[in-house]
């Protein structure tokens, strides 16, 4: 039992380039989230996916767009990107939508020149 | 909206020493509370978590944390720190997105403990 996995681990992109961080989670929850990390900002939602086939914005989605492929994967795609998209990403997942624990992946560190 | 505010970004201190760090929530009708823990390049792992109850709630490693509605305060606490638990620690608080029936998690900016021999 994987939990969350996040691939690629690490990636630098030059400004204007675009990528796709991936996002799986093997215990058949409903919800899915990204988060960006960033120093003395703690950490901020980017979008969610309450159910599969459903996603919304969070509190920081310009720049970004997310697919739920499946109810396993939960993927973020940066069109163009740049330098102020530098920064630590988290996908997490949860059995609902709801008040309920939030389980986290190991991140991806994203180095935007 | 909730807002969480931790009272400190780093806290020192030596080992086998007590620690608390602190956590302010804004106030609300009701309010769901988490303390997550983030060792050096590892995601978050969640510590405790209050949803109803008891007041005082024992978390993972030793940890427990005492929610204070009238303080609006959910602060952590450890007798007794080791090495090993040098890490980040985040507050979060859940609650209701743009006024649906959706939830989120709101978190503080992190506190940095360090733990010194």
């Known amino acids: 039992n994987a939990g969350v996995t996040q691939t690629p681990k690490f990636q630098v992109l030059k400004t204007g380039q675009s990528m796709t961080l991936q996002c799986a989670q093997d215990?058949?929850?409903?919800?899915m989230y990204w988060y960006r990390q960033d120093p003395g900002m703690g950490l901020r939602l980017i979008y969610y996916?309450?159910?599969?086939?459903?996603?919304d914005k969070g509190e920081v989605p310009n720049g970004y767009n997310v697919s739920r492929l499946n109810k396993r994967e939960f993927s973020l795609r940066l069109e163009s990107a740049a330098p102020s998209q530098t920064s630590v990403y988290f996908c997490?997942?949860?059995?609902?939508?709801?008040?309920?624990?939030?389980?986290f992946g190991p991140g991806t560190r994203l180095l935007v020149l | 909206a909730q807002s969480v505010t931790q009272l400190d970004s780093q806290v020192p201190v030596f080992e086998e020493a007590p620690v608390e760090l602190r956590c302010n929530y804004s106030?609300?009708?009701?309010?769901?509370l988490f303390w997550y823990v983030q060792y050096p390049n590892q995601g978050l792992q969640l510590l405790l978590k209050y949803l109803s109850g008891s007041t005082l709630v024992k978390g993972i490693n030793g940890f427990e944390a005492e929610f204070n509605k009238s303080q609006t305060s959910f602060h952590l606490r450890k007798p007794s720190v080791h090495i090993s638990d040098t890490a980040e620690y985040f507050c979060a608080v859940s609650d209701r997105w743009s006024g649906g029936s959706n939830y989120k998690l709101t978190f503080g900016k992190g506190t940095l403990l360090t733990v010194n021999p």
């Open positions: 997490a997942s949860s059995e609902e939508y709801k008040v309920v624990t939030q389980y």
């Open positions: 106030s609300s009708v009701s309010v769901y």
């Open positions: 215990m058949n929850h409903n919800s």
């Open positions: 996916s309450a159910s599969e086939g459903t996603t």
